[in-house]
C-alpha cells in the first residue's frame, strides 16, 4: 500500500533551522499534489505549504511565509519543507499529505507525522 514517510524531525531553539523529508512508496507520486500539515496540542490540523506535481506552484499558510520553503523531487518521490527562524507557535506534529486535489481540501494519504519541538 501507499506508505508516506517523514523524518527530520526533532527539538530546536528558537530562531533555528530544521528540514523534513517525506518519502513516498508505491504511489505515482508525480501525480500528486503534496503537502505538509501541522496539529498543535489542543489544536485543529492546519495546512502548512503545498506543491503542485510540477513543483511550478507552492502555497503557504500566512503563518509561515518568508520562513518556510516547501519543494520536491520528482525523481526521488520525495517532498521536502525547510524551516528557518522557527518559534515556539511552530511546535507541532509535522504531516506529509498527498492529494489529487490542487487545494489539498481532501486528502488521499497521510503520513504518521514527526514532532518538531521549539524551545525558548
Known amino acids: 500500500q501507499v506508505q508516506l514517510v517523514e523524518s527530520g524531525g526533532g527539538s530546536v531553539q528558537v530562531g533555528g533551522s530544521l528540514s523534513l523529508s517525506c518519502a513516498a512508496t508505491?504511489?505515482?507520486?508525480?501525480?500528486?499534489?503534496m503537502g505538509w500539515f501541522r496539529q498543535a496540542p489542543g489544536k485543529i490540523r492546519e495546512r502548512v505549504a503545498t506543491i503542485r506535481p510540477s513543483a511550478s506552484i507552492t502555497t503557504y499558510a500566512d503563518s509561515v511565509k518568508g520562513r518556510f520553503t516547501i519543494s520536491r523531487d520528482n525523481a526521488k518521490n520525495t517532498v521536502y519543507l525547510l524551516m528557518n527562524s522557527l518559534k515556539p507557535e511552530d511546535t507541532a506534529v509535522y504531516y506529509c499529505?498527498?492529494?489529487?486535489?490542487?487545494?489539498?481540501?481532501?486528502?488521499?494519504?497521510w503520513g504518521k507525522g514527526t514532532l518538531v519541538a521549539v524551545s525558548s
Open positions: 499529505a498527498a492529494s489529487t486535489m490542487s487545494t489539498m481540501n481532501v486528502v488521499n494519504f
Open positions: 508505491r504511489l505515482t507520486f508525480g501525480n500528486y499534489h
